[in-house]
């Protein structure tokens, strides 16, 4: 009787993949069990097939630069063997029936957070009930890694690759503390730093924690699909995926490297609005274009919504994402969709507080306003500030920048800039690939009159640039 009870749970379970589906879960069960000595009989009877984590390691030691790392392996294998098949007494069993291997990927690839949540207590330690602080981040950050590694060897990085973006180390461990920092104990409380690491977590306070952080289930997804390399080839139902890490182009065969790096990057297309989160492309980077306000503008300007990046000389990384394409006036622009950010030395986005409507200015040329790239705060204030005389900055936010309540992203608060990047989101606005556009002074010849009277030069000379069109990357 008890064999029915498990093959209804059971056929449940695969009742969630479709057809093809189910052969390619079959497919990659065969063959993981094929190498774990299935043969050979016991009592007279022909034993059941199982995968043991010999055959799990084998599986990916057969490619060392395709294998997942050591420590996912482990931490899949220990998933997938605690899953509970309704009266055996599992768990004892070193050895992982058809059953289990079919039930981890319903729960973890189709499953709601609860019914996630009790392999990933598995995955984060092998014991039973509550979990430290510090296994959880040990978990995210073999998580996180193990989404770049896969999607690294499986070559789904976009035109992104490890080589020109920023290394991806401190990335990891930045994202994992974002996620983390997410974490409520029961009585609603974030615990931060040391407390955080040595806090007990339950397993309802992880199951509140993957229902509120989508990217746990989003990177257990591709670590299974691409990692154990099932469902990878079928249309991913969930969609999750799709936008996970954005297209780049205008990096290829520039011997470049990013200030990005892959975790951020994932992080922050995230909070992207949905429309612009498939393509990002390089609009400027001070280290190709050249160390010239004008030059920035004339790369800038009237491109669609786009990603200042910045680092100052002590290392610190940060931005923000305008989203309007970038003018130059002396009014605010943009609208409440904008946010800071910041990359290093921790990962974090700022979005808008409704205080004010300071979301992006930039300015060149004028005797009465300030000159330069802001966004968030006021003038002479501003949360991210880049002067018109290139190199110098400010993020003055104590104790937070007023329109997007960050804090000071840089390490001091007058900060030299070391590099700068813009990335347009999104495809870009139909206006911006005609070549050599107008200068805002084409356009209005009055104000080209009334500035050749004064005796003013023409500050904008430099920004008209041709654009440069760029081939696809991807």
Known sequence: KMGNAESNAY?????????????DIDGVFDTLSGSSGSAGAKNGKATKKTVTLA?????QSITP????PEQMTVRLYNGMKNIDLTGKSSGLSEQIAKEQFVIFMSNLLKGNADEKVSIIMRMIS?????????????FTEDLIMSVVHVLSYRKELRGWNLENTRDSASGVKALASQLLSELKLADGTKPMGPQLMEANFDQSVIEDWVYRVPQISVFLSVVIRQGLHVLHSLPDQTKDILNLVPGCKGMKGRGLVSLFDIPSIIYINSHLPAELQHKWQLLFSSRLHGESFSQLCGHIVNRGPCIVILKDLDGYIFGGFASHSWEVKPQFQGDNR????SVFPSLAVYTYTGYNDHYMYLNHGQQTMPNGLGMGGQHGYFGLWIDSDYGKGHSKAK?????????????KEDFT???MEVWAVGDLPESAGTKGKKSILDVDPEAQALLEMTGKSRQSEGLREP????DDDN
Request: net charge negative; glycine share 4%; hydrophobic share 30%.
């Open 11 to 23: 056929r449940n379970h695969l009742s969630r993949f479709l057809p093809e589906e189910q052969s």
């Open 55 to 59: 055959a799990l390691q084998a599986r």
């Open 65 to 68: 630069d395709e294998a997942l």
């Open 126 to 138: 092998k014991t039973e009930g509550p979990v430290k602080g510090k296994q959880i981040q040990e």
């Open 338 to 341: 904008c946010f800071l950010f």
């Open 399 to 411: 104790p937070r920048c007023t329109t997007y309540n960050s804090p000071q992203l840089s390490a």
């Open 417 to 419: 800039l070391d590099a």
């Open 467 to 470: 654009i440069e069109e760029d």
